[in-house]
């Protein structure tokens, strides 16, 4: 399904604009839908229906795969990784993870989010706790992370915190940090013909449209 590459994203919000931007014409729902069967070589109704109307996941490594592009979620192994593209990707181990976000306190880490299905959400950390401590060693915002990739998933560690005035312990068990990290890499040496193909029309339609 799809315009074998001759039509991509681009191409769809030029026509966009031909038809609603430039002639001030208001956009309704099915427009969007309607101008991007105008491109492609079949319909394209039920990849809308399955993508805006349900909560099915996307299968995107199957989309990458048409362009012999390996697609790989992976667990962050430093802040701030962000991904993108590999020449080779590796093979990356679990990291362990609280599933938290948190924040500075002047008596230890704040933690501001509990991610659902967590190592902290399954002990029953909650929002607004602050972690003074891991098996007895003081941490803060600074540093918790750190002191948790010193661990393996599935260890058992003792978190002391205050939860407002009353000093709580809990017993955690380490699950995996979830998997928010994508890098893209060329499944050959050499990208796809058809990933070529795309490239190519794509240049040639920007220098045409100069």
């Known amino acids: 399904m799809g315009s074998g590459g001759r039509s991509n994203l681009d191409d769809l919000m030029r026509l966009l604009w031909q038809v609603h931007g430039r002639t001030g014409l208001g956009v309704n729902d099915s427009d969007i839908q309607q101008l991007a069967n105008q491109l492609v070589d079949e319909t ?7 993508v805006l109307n349900t909560t099915q996941e996307l299968d995107l490594a199957a989309f990458f795969d048409q362009q012999q592009i390996k697609y790989q979620c992976v667990s962050q192994e430093k802040p701030l990784e ?12 679990q990291q362990p993870s609280l599933s938290i976000s948190h924040r ?12 659902s ?6 002990a029953g950390i909650s929002n607004k706790d602050v972690i003074i401590a891991i098996d007895d060693y003081h941490v803060d915002s600074s540093d918790i992370d750190q ?5 393996q998933v599935g260890d058992k560690i ?12 809990f017993e955690v068990t380490l699950t995996a940090s979830s998997r928010s990290v994508c890098f893209l890499s060329f499944k050959q040496d050499k990208p796809s013909k058809l ?16």
Not at 104 to 115: T, Y
Not at 117 to 122: E, F, N, R
Not at 147 to 151: D, G, H, L, P
Request: aromatic share 12%.
């Open 117 to 122: 299905q967590g190592s902290a959400s399954i």
């Open 158 to 169: 003792n978190i002391s915190l205050f939860r407002r005035d009353k000093l709580c312990h």
């Open 195 to 210: 990933f070529h193909n795309w490239i190519a029309n794509s240049k040639a339609r920007m220098n045409k449209s100069h």
């Open 44 to 50: 394209l109704d039920d990849f809308f229906e399955r």
């Open 147 to 151: 002191q948790i990739a010193r661990y």
């Open 104 to 115: 500075a306190n002047p008596l230890g880490a704040e933690v501001v989010v509990v991610f």
């Open 82 to 93: 962000h991904g993108g593209f590999v020449e080779s990707p590796r093979v990356r181990t």
